[in-house]
Nanobody
Framework: QVQLVESGGGLVQAGGSLRLSCLAS??????????MGWFRQAPGKERDLVAG??????YYADSIKGRFTISRDDAKNTVTLQMNSLKPEDTAVYYC??????????????????WGHGTQVTVSS
């Protein structure tokens, strides 16, 4: 089965940067045929999409637009989230997610079949 493993989380001061990586394994098809997204969830809050590769391009949530950059390397089965100018409100567990169907736009966590276990990002003020 498909497995996703996140790495790169940690503690950083406001204004700093972190780079999150997600490695996919157990793929039956080419990695390029999988939609990929990054979600985050803070305690007591919903798990929301922050960035993802959609049929019509790259999606960024308004809260992180201009600060985060998502990229993928299909040859290495990886997707990366470069996070700059971090704010305390970015503190959350960040999850890598994927689905085999790459034909549409996928904004909800219910759209994704495969999930990593998450990596903690903490931004201090």
């Amino acid at each position: 089965q498909v497995q996703l493993v996140e790495s790169g989380g940690g503690l950083v001061q406001a204004g700093g940067s972190l780079r999150l990586s997600c490695l996919a394994s157990g793929l039956t098809f080419s990695f390029s045929s999988y939609a990929m997204g990054w979600f985050r969830q803070a305690p007591g809050k919903e798990r929301d999409l922050v960035a993802g590769f959609m049929r019509n391009g790259i999606y960024y949530a308004d809260s992180i637009k201009g600060r985060f950059t998502i990229s993928r390397d299909d040859a290495k089965n990886t997707v990366t989230l470069q996070m700059n100018s971090l704010k305390p409100e970015d503190t959350a567990v960040y999850y890598c997610a994927s689905r085999r169907d790459y034909s549409g736009r996928y904004y909800s966590l219910k759209d994704y079949a495969y999930w990593g276990h998450g990596t903690q990002v903490t931004v201090s003020s």
